[in-house]
C-alpha cells in the first residue's frame, strides 16, 4: 500500500487548506465564508447561538410571527425572533421546550409545534403563554425502536391532505428488526399511522417539491450505490428489501414486491418489480457529496433569486446544499443536480426555505464528519440580487437534453458541440455496501442549437444510457458577458426516456 | 495449486539442523560438572544456611524443613506428629514422563544427577555402582520412563521469543529462579537444566508452563496462571537455543504484484527454509512475493478461527483449501475464517506480496483451548531420523521396558515416585530402610560419599549439619509439630513466599532481585511493584479470600507487574486457616445508622467521589481510571478485606502499611466532613463500606466520568427523552431538584426507575453517534417491572397478564408540565384513562415521592390497578409496606390493598371501581 509515504509529501498543502478552513470558521460573525463567487450571489449569514447552548440543528420550522424554531439532536427546541434581521446580532435565541429525544421533523399548525422525535410524533404548546411549552401530546407512536442509535426518524412538514410523513432509517442502517424501520409511514389528522412507502435504508432528510409530492434522501450502502432523491409514491418500494418482512402489517399495501436481484442494475430491476421507484436523482459519490441529507423547495416565487420552484438538497459530509431540477416522465420523477453552495459551517443537516426567500442551513457534524468544521451551526442563506450565470433547467428528450440558462449565452461558444463533454455512468444495485461507477461511456454531443433568445440550448446526443446519470461539463459555454457559468456541470439521471 | 510434498525434502533438512542442535546441548552438558554443590533448596538456604550462629533448635528446624523438601521419609519412615507437621514435598509423577521429557535428558539425569542438573533434589541412586551396571540400568530406566507418554514437538517462534524474555522477567519467575537475559547468578535460585531445550520441546514444555501441578504435584513450582499464548511464549523463550531449526519453507518471488493471482502465474527465484512468516526474507522492502510451506498440529480437534491481515495482499490455505484470500494492493487489512480441524497434521500455505510502500504479514489462530496466539505457535518439525554419524536416534525397546521397571523397584525409585508396570500394576518397594527416629545422625544418606545403593544427595556441608541437628532430636519431638506462626513460618520457607513477601521480620525481596519486580505506575514507588506485605495479612483478608488466592493466584493489581501465583491446596494444607487463627482480630461492632439501606449507600458514595475524600483520585473503579495514580480498584475491596480491618486502617493506614501513600480519611479519627452523617466518622466509614459492599455492581462514583455531561435540575426539572437502561427505548427521565429522579417508560406506561441523587449522565447519548442505553448517575436505585397498568382480573386468582400494555390496547397520550415543570404522566387503556403526577418531597436529607394517580374508568366492570411486584411485600400498619426489606410504600386507595403471590413475587392489587377514583403511593425509600 503506497499511499501512507507519498502521501506525506502532501501534508503540508493538507495543513493550509485545514488552516484555511480555520480561518473562515474564525471569522467575525457578518463575514460569509465559502467559495468566494457563490458569495456574491447567495452570501451565508451565521447565526449566533448563545453561549453554553449544544444547537446541533436537527429540525426547522417557521412558527406564526415570524420566528424560527430550531430543534437540535439533544432535544432542545429554540425560537428565533427575527431570523431575517440583516444584522445577526439582533437574533435573539430562547430555549422553548426540552428533553426530547432526537427531534429531526419540526412543523407547525393551528397552535401547536409537530415535533417528530425517534419514538414518537408529538405536538407541543405553550398553554399558558408563558414562554415555556408545557403541553406535550402523544400523536403517533406507530414504529418501532430498538434501541439502535441509528434508527432515526425524520418528519415532514403537513402535505396537501394534512398528514405528516414520517421517514425511518433501518435498524444499525443495514436491518429491520422492529416494525417499519425502512418504511415510510404517514400520521393522518386523526393520529392514524399509515404504511406508505417501503424498502428505505438510512435518510438523511424529507420535503415535498411544488407540486407537494414527498421526497426523501438515501444514502450510499446496501441497495444505494451512491446518495440519492428519492420520491415517497405511496406504495412504491425504494430498494432496499429487509423492511418487507412488515406487509403483513400494512395490509393497505397489497402483497410483497419481489426481491431485487443484487448486482443487477436499478432500471433493470424497475423493469421486472413494478412497485419499485428508482431514484429521481442520483448525487454521484465523492463528486456531488457523500452523505445527502435535508430537503428544502424554493416557494417564494423569485425572492430567492431564479430557482423559484426548484429543489434544494444538503449534503452533511461536504457541508453544502445542492440544486435539484425535477420533471415527470412516464409518471416518474427524474432530473438533474447542480452544485449550488457550499463553505457551510458545520454538517449540512436541516433546510427550511421561506416564503420571505432565505433559506436557513442547520448542521451537526456529531458522530459523521464534515467539510465544516463546527459541531454545529444554524446559518441563513440570502439571495444577494445579482443573477449567477448558470443551467437553470436540465429536460431530456428522445435526442438529447434541452439546457435553459439563467442569463443568455454567448451563441458562439453555446454551438460549438466542443464546448460540452458527457460521461456517463452507473452504479451496481446490490446488496452489499455502496457501489463503484460502473458502465461508463462517453456520450457524443453531435449539435448544439441555441435559441433565438440566448436562454436555452438544445443539445443533440448520441449515447444516451437508460439508467446512466449523464454528467454534462460545459466549461466552454459563455454568457453573452462572456462570464463562464458559476457551476459548469451538472448530473441527470436518465431513468425514462420521453417519447418527445 | 498446492503442491505440499514438493516442500517435503526441504523439511528434512531443516530436522536434521535441528537434531544438530540438540547434540550440541548434550554436549554443554556433559561439560558442566558441579560436585558438591547439594540439592537446591532455596528457603532452606536463605533462612538456615546463611544465617550464622543459629541456634540448635533452629537448625533442627532447617533440618526438618530439609527432611520434608528431600522427602527422606519416602524411606525413613516417622509417625505421629512430627511427621504430621511435614508438608512432604513429594517427588514428580512420572505418569506422563515420556511426553514431557526427552529420552536423551532422562539418559544423562538418570546417570548423573548432580552434574546434569546442579541443584538437582533426586539423590543418585548409582554413586558407588561399578560403570557397566549402571550403563545397563540406566539405560533400562531411561527405556521404561520414556515408554510412559510420547513426546510431541514444536519450534519457538521469533515473536514468541520475544514476547516470552518480557513475561520471564515480569511476570515472577525471577523471584526464584536466575534472571536470563542478561544472564546472572543470584543466590538461593531454585535450578533450572540448561541449556533447557535438553529436556523440554517446545510442546512439552508449553504444557508443563500451563500446569506445572500436574507432574509436580506439591506446588514447589507454582502455576503463574499463563494462558495459551503467555505459556507458548514463555517456551519459546526457555527454548530459544532451538531457534537455528526453520519450520517452514519459503518461495521467494520478485516482482510488482498487484494480485494473487498474478503471484501465482509467477515463477518463484528461490526455496529457502524459513522461521516463521518472515517478511525479511525477500531482502527487500517493495516488489516482492512469498509463499511459505508447512505443517501445523492441531491437538485438540474443532472450531478454529485463522486471522490474516496484511499490506498488500496475501491468502491462508488448510490442507489445499483456500480459507482465506485478501486481494488488491490496500492498506494492512484483516479478514477471519473458521475452520473445523481434526487433531493431527494439517498442511498450510502462505501466500504474500508487496508492491509498495508499507508492508506487514500477521497470520494467527485462536480455538478450543486455545487463546489468539500467531500461528508460528503451532507450526510443527518433525523431528526425523538423523544421518549417518549423527547420535543414534531413541527408539523405544521393549525388552528394555520391561527390564527398567524391575530396575525402578531395584534402585527403589518407587519410594519417591509412584509407577505402574508395563501390565499396569503398581510397583511397590522392597526395601526396608530405619524409621527416621532410628537413623543415626551421621553416616549413611548423610555420608560424604554413601555406600553403593545408598542414595546420594551432594549435600553441601550446611546441609549435613542441618540434618543432623534434626535427626539428633526427632525422636525426641516425635510427639510435637510445628505450631501457630513456625508452622506458618515452615511454610513460606517451603514455598518460597519469601521471595516475594515479607511477613513479620522475615523474608521479603531480596535487593539482587529487586529490579525484577516492575510497575507501569512508577509514581507508587515500591508499593506499586512490591507484593504486599503479609505482616496480619489474616486480620486484614477474608478467610475465603486468604483462601482463594493462596490456591488459585490472583491478579488485582494491574500495575504490579508479578503475579501471585496458584499454589493448588496439595501444598498448602490449610495456611488460610493458620494464617486467620494467627492474625485475625474483632475489635469493632458496625454502627447502626438509623436510614434506609440505599440512603447509606448513597452517602458512601458521595464520599469515595470527587467532591468528598476523593478515593478516586487514586484508586480505580474496575476498568475506569483513576484521575491520579491507578491503584487497586475499589470494586476489590469487599471481596478481599474484613470489616473490622478496614475501620481500624483508613484510620490509621501508616500503622498497618509503613511507607504507603496512602493519606488518612479520617487523620485522627476526625472527620472533615461535618454535614455528612452529622460528622460521625464511624457512621462515615461504615457508610463507605457499605457502598463498597457492591462491589463492580456499586454506581460508578462521582467524579470519575472524566466526559460526563450531567443534567442537573436547578430550579425546575429537568426531562430526558432517550435509550434509559431499565427504562425502555422509550423512556422518559425526570430530575427533580429535590434529587429525586424517575424514568417513565412510554411504552410499557410506567415509573420503572427511582433514584436519588446525580439525575443522569448524558455524555453516551450526546457524543459521537450516541450508542447504547444510559443508566441512572445517582444511587438508590429501585426498579420496577413492567407490566399493564390496570386491568379487569378475572377472580382473584387470575394471573396478571403478561401482554405488553400497547398489545392490551394501552398508549402513551403523553404529559403536561405544571408551572413548577413538574410532569404529569397521561396514559389511557381500553375505557379507561389516567393521568399519573409525581412529586418529590423533601423530608430532611432525603427526598422521597409521592405519586398522585388519577383514574377514571368509564366502563362498567371492575378494574385491578397494580402498584408493585417485587420479592417481599410486607404490610405494616397504616397502609405502610415494607419491600423487599429494603424501603417503605405508604398507599391511600379508595379500597384496601390486597398483597398476592405471583409465580414467586408478591404482587400488590388494588381494586377500582367505576368513575373516577384516586391513589396515591408514597415512595420512601
Known amino acids: 500500500m503506497i499511499s501512507l509515504r507519498t502521501s506525506l509529501q502532501r501534508i503540508p498543502t493538507l495543513l493550509l487548506t485545514a488552516s484555511a478552513f480555520g480561518a473562515f470558521a474564525s471569522f467575525g460573525l457578518f463575514a460569509s465564508v465559502g467559495h468566494a463567487d457563490e458569495n456574491e450571489y447567495y452570501p451565508i449569514t451565521r447565526i449566533p447561538i448563545p453561549e453554553d447552548v449544544v444547537l446541533e440543528a436537527g429540525a426547522l420550522a417557521m412558527l406564526p410571527g415570524g420566528e424560527l424554531a430550531v430543534s437540535s439532536r439533544r432535544g432542545d427546541i429554540y425560537r428565533f425572533s427575527d431570523p431575517f434581521a440583516k444584522n445577526p446580532e439582533e437574533i435573539d435565541a430562547d430555549l422553548w421546550a426540552s428533553g426530547l429525544h432526537e427531534v429531526l421533523g419540526l412543523t407547525y399548525r393551528d397552535g401547536w409545534l409537530y415535533a417528530t422525535q425517534r419514538g414518537e410524533l408529538t405536538r407541543i404548546k405553550d398553554s399558558d403563554d408563558d414562554g415555556l411549552a408545557d403541553v406535550f401530546e402523544a400523536v403517533s407512536d406507530g414504529w418501532g425502536i430498538s434501541g439502535d442509535y441509528h434508527e432515526y426518524a425524520f418528519g415532514s412538514s403537513f402535505d396537501r391532505d394534512g398528514n405528516i410523513w414520517v421517514v425511518l432509517c433501518l435498524t444499525g442502517s443495514f436491518s429491520s428488526q422492529v416494525p417499519f424501520r425502512g418504511w415510510c409511514l404517514r400520521v393522518n389528522e386523526k393520529g392514524e399511522t399509515i404504511p406508505t412507502v417501503s424498502g428505505i435504508r438510512s435518510p438523511g432528510g424529507i420535503g415535498m417539491n411544488a407540486e407537494g409530492d414527498v421526497f426523501y434522501t438515501d444514502n450510499q450502502g446496501p441497495w444505494n450505490g451512491t446518495c440519492s432523491l428519492k420520491w415517497l409514491r405511496p406504495g412504491s418500494f425504494q430498494g432496499h428489501p429487509d423492511g418487507n418482512k412488515w406487509y403483513a402489517e400494512a395490509p393497505n399495501l397489497g402483497p410483497v414486491p419481489k426481491t431485487p436481484e443484487s448486482g443487477s442494475r436499478i432500471m433493470t430491476e424497475a423493469a421486472k418489480i413494478p412497485e419499485y421507484e428508482p431514484p429521481c436523482v442520483l448525487f454521484p459519490y465523492a463528486k456531488m457529496g457523500q452523505s445527502a441529507s435535508g430537503i428544502a423547495c424554493d416557494l417564494s416565487d423569485g425572492k430567492f433569486g431564479p430557482f423559484a420552484g426548484q429543489m434544494f438538497v444538503g449534503d452533511q459530509t461536504f457541508s453544502t446544499v445542492m440544486r435539484v431540477f425535477l420533471e415527470k416522465i412516464d409518471g416518474h420523477y427524474q432530473g438533474a443536480c447542480f452544485p449550488f453552495r457550499e463553505g457551510f459551517g458545520s454538517g449540512t443537516l436541516a433546510l427550511l426555505s421561506t416564503e420571505q426567500g432565505p433559506m436557513f442551513v442547520g448542521g451537526t457534524n456529531r458522530g459523521w464528519g464534515s467539510r465544516g468544521t463546527a459541531p454545529f451551526a444554524l446559518e441563513r442563506v440570502d439571495w444577494s440580487g445579482k443573477t449567477p450565470f448558470e443551467v437553470h433547467e436540465m429536460r431530456a428528450k428522445p435526442d438529447g437534453f434541452e439546457l435553459t440558462f439563467t442569463k443568455p449565452v454567448d451563441k458562439a461558444t453555446a454551438s460549438d458541440p466542443a464546448s460540452y463533454r458527457m460521461p456517463t455512468y452507473t452504479y451496481i444495485f446490490q446488496a452489499s455496501y455502496g457501489s463503484p461507477i460502473v458502465d461508463e461511456t462517453l456520450a457524443t454531443i453531435e449539435r448544439a442549437v441555441v435559441a433565438e433568445d440566448g436562454m436555452s440550448v438544445r443539445l443533440f446526443v448520441k449515447g444516451l444510457e437508460i439508467g446512466h446519470v449523464h454528467e454534462l461539463h460545459l466549461d466552454g459555454v459563455r454568457s453573452t458577458e462572456n462570464q463562464p457559468l458559476l457551476h459548469p456541470e451538472a448530473y441527470y439521471t436518465l431513468n425514462y426516456l420521453p417519447k418527445e | 495449486m498446492i503442491d505440499f510434498l514438493r516442500s517435503l525434502p526441504l523439511a528434512r533438512s531443516i530436522v536434521r539442523s535441528l537434531s544438530l542442535a540438540l547434540a550440541l546441548a548434550g554436549l554443554a552438558l556433559a561439560a558442566s560438572s558441579a560436585l558438591g554443590e547439594g540439592p537446591a533448596v532455596p528457603g532452606v538456604e536463605r533462612f538456615y544456611e546463611a544465617p550464622a550462629n543459629l541456634s540448635d533448635e533452629a537448625k533442627a528446624d532447617g533440618g526438618d524443613l530439609l527432611v520434608q523438601e528431600l522427602n527422606c521419609v519416602a524411606c525413613h519412615k516417622a509417625e505421629g506428629e512430627f511427621a504430621a507437621g511435614l508438608n512432604v514435598r513429594t517427588a514428580p509423577n512420572l505418569d506422563a514422563v515420556g511426553a514431557r521429557v526427552r529420552p536423551e535428558w532422562l539418559r544423562e539425569y538418570l546417570g548423573a544427577p548432580h552434574a546434569t542438573k546442579p541443584g538437582a533434589v533426586m539423590p543418585d541412586m548409582f554413586a558407588g555402582v561399578d560403570e557397566a551396571t549402571k550403563k545397563n540400568e540406566v539405560e533400562a530406566l531411561t527405556h521404561f520412563l520414556a515408554s510412559k507418554g510420547t513426546l510431541a514437538h514444536g519450534s519457538p517462534t521469533p515473536s514468541g521469543i520475544a514476547r516470552g524474555e518480557q513475561i520471564f522477567h515480569r511476570v515472577g519467575c525471577v523471584a526464584c529462579h536466575d534472571p536470563m537475559s542478561p544472564e546472572k547468578t543470584l543466590a538461593h535460585s531454585a535450578p533450572l537444566p540448561h541449556p533447557l531445550s535438553a529436556k523440554y520441546t517446545v510442546s512439552s514444555l508449553n504444557e508443563f508452563l500451563k500446569n506445572p501441578h500436574g507432574a509436580r504435584p506439591s506446588g514447589r513450582m507454582p502455576s503463574l496462571n499463563l494462558n495459551d499464548a503467555e505459556a507458548s511464549d514463555l517456551a519459546s523463550y526457555l527454548l530459544r537455543d532451538m531457534k537455528a531449526a526453520s519450520n517452514l519453507t519459503a518461495e521467494i518471488y520478485k516482482g510488482s504484484f498487484s494480485t494473487l493471482a498474478q503471484l501465482r502465474a509467477a515463477k518463484p527465484e528461490a526455496t529457502v527454509p524459513a522461521f516463521g512468516f518472515s517478511i525479511d526474507l525477500a531482502g527487500q522492502k517493495d516488489a516482492f512475493g512469498l509463499r511459505f510451506d508447512g505443517q501445523i498440529k492441531i491437538t485438540k480437534g474443532g472450531k478454529y478461527e485463522f486471522i490474516l491481515a496484511s499490506d498488500d495482499g496475501s491468502a491462508l490455505w488448510i490442507d489445499g483449501k483456500e480459507v482465506i484470500a485478501i486481494d488488491g494492493v490496500h492498506p494492512k487489512s484483516q479478514k477471519r475464517a473458521s475452520v473445523d480441524l481434526k487433531e493431527g497434521l494439517h498442511a498450510i500455505t502462505v501466500e504474500y506480496y508487496e508492491q509498495a510502500g508499507e508492508e506487514a504479514l500477521e497470520v494467527r489462530v485462536k480455538g478450543p483451548g486455545l487463546t489468539e496466539t500467531d500461528l508460528e505457535a503451532l507450526l510443527y518439525v518433525e523431528e526425523t531420523k538423523p544421518e549417518p554419524g549423527e547420535k543414534p536416534e531413541f527408539v523405544l525397546d521393549q525388552n528394555l521396558v520391561a527390564r527398567g521397571a524391575e530396575v525402578f523397584v531395584k534402585r527403589n525409585c518407587v519410594a519417591c515416585h509412584s509407577a505402574k508396570d508395563a501390565a499396569g500394576k503398581d510397583l511397590a518397594s522392597s526395601v526396608s530402610a530405619k524409621k527416621l527416629f532410628d537413623l543415626s545422625p551421621q553416616g549413611g544418606c548423610l555420608a560424604l560419599h554413601p555406600a553403593a545403593g545408598l542414595p546420594d544427595y551432594d549435600l553441601r556441608p550446611a546441609q549435613r549439619d542441618l540434618l543432623t541437628a534434626a535427626l539428633k532430636t526427632a525422636k525426641a519431638r516425635a510427639e510435637t509439630k510445628p505450631q501457630g506462626e513456625e508452622a506458618v513460618h515452615r511454610k513460606f520457607v517451603a514455598l518460597n513466599c519469601y521471595a516475594c513477601h515479607q511477613r513479620g521480620k522475615e523474608g521479603g525481596v531480596e535487593t539482587a532481585r529487586l529490579e525484577y519486580f516492575m510497575t507501569d505506575q512508577p509514581e507508587m514507588g515500591d508499593e506499586g511493584r512490591v507484593p504486599p506485605l503479609l505482616t496480619r495479612t489474616g486480620d486484614k483478608l477474608k478467610p475465603e479470600w486468604l483462601k482463594e488466592v493462596l490456591e488459585k493466584g490472583s491478579k488485582e493489581r494491574p500495575y504490579m507487574m508479578t503475579r501471585m501465583p496458584r499454589f493448588g491446596s496439595a501444598a498448602l494444607g490449610d495456611l488460610a486457616g493458620q494464617l486467620t487463627a494467627l492474625d485475625q482480630q474483632n475489635l469493632l461492632t458496625e454502627p447502626e445508622i438509623d436510614l434506609q439501606a440505599g440512603q447509606i449507600t448513597s452517602i458512601g458514595r458521595h464520599l469515595v467521589g470527587g467532591k468528598a475524600l476523593s478515593c478516586i483520585k487514586c484508586h480505580t473503579f474496575a476498568d475506569k481510571k483513576a484521575t491520579g495514580i491507578q491503584a487497586i480498584s475499589l470494586t476489590t475491596m469487599h471481596k478481599r478485606l474484613r470489616r473490622d480491618w478496614f475501620e481500624r486502617y483508613v484510620l490509621d493506614p501508616q500503622k498497618y502499611r509503613p511507607g504507603t501513600r496512602m493519606p488518612a480519611p479520617w487523620p485522627n479519627g476526625q472527620s472533615f466532613y461535618p454535614d455528612v452523617l452529622d460528622g460521625d466518622t464511624r457512621q462515615q466509614i461504615q457508610a463507605v463500606w457499605q457502598y463498597l459492599s457492591y462491589g463492580p455492581s456499586a454506581s460508578v462514583p462521582l467524579g470519575l466520568e472524566e466526559d460526563a455531561i450531567e443534567l442537573v435540575a436547578a430550579k425546575r426539572p429537568v426531562i430526558y427523552r432517550n435509550f434509559i437502561e431499565g427504562a425502555g427505548v422509550r423512556a422518559i427521565g425526570v430530575g427533580y431538584p429535590e434529587h429525586a429522579n424517575l424514568a417513565f417508560d412510554a411504552d410499557s406506561l410506567g415509573i420503572r426507575l427511582l433514584w436519588q441523587n446525580a439525575f443522569i449522565d448524558a455524555s453516551k447519548h450526546w457524543t459521537n453517534r450516541g450508542v447504547g442505553f444510559q443508566g441512572p448517575l445517582g444511587d438508590s436505585i429501585l426498579k420496577f417491572e413492567t407490566g399493564v397498568p390496570a386491568t379487569s382480573l378475572e377472580g382473584d386468582n387470575a394471573a396478571w397478564p403478561k401482554e405488553t400494555a400497547k398489545d392490551l390496547g394501552w ?115
Open chain 2, 811 to 925: 398508549s402513551f397520550q403523553g404529559y403536561r408540565l405544571n408551572k413548577s415543570g413538574q410532569p404529569t404522566f397521561l396514559y389511557s387503556g381500553p375505557s379507561v384513562t389516567v393521568a399519573d403526577f409525581p412529586e418529590p418531597v423533601k423530608e430532611g436529607q432525603f427526598p422521597s415521592l409521592r405519586r398522585t394517580i388519577d383514574v377514571e374508568n368509564s366502563g362498567q366492570q371492575a378494574l385491578t390497578y397494580r402498584p408493585l411486584r417485587a420479592s417481599k411485600i410486607e404490610p405494616l400498619s397504616d397502609g405502610t409496606y415494607r419491600i423487599d426489606d429494603a424501603w417503605t410504600l405508604a398507599v391511600e386507595s379508595p379500597a384496601k390493598p390486597t398483597v398476592r403471590d405471583s409465580e414467586g413475587q408478591k404482587e400488590l392489587l388494588i381494586p377500582l371501581a367505576s368513575g373516577k377514583s384516586k391513589i396515591v403511593l408514597h415512595y420512601q425509600w
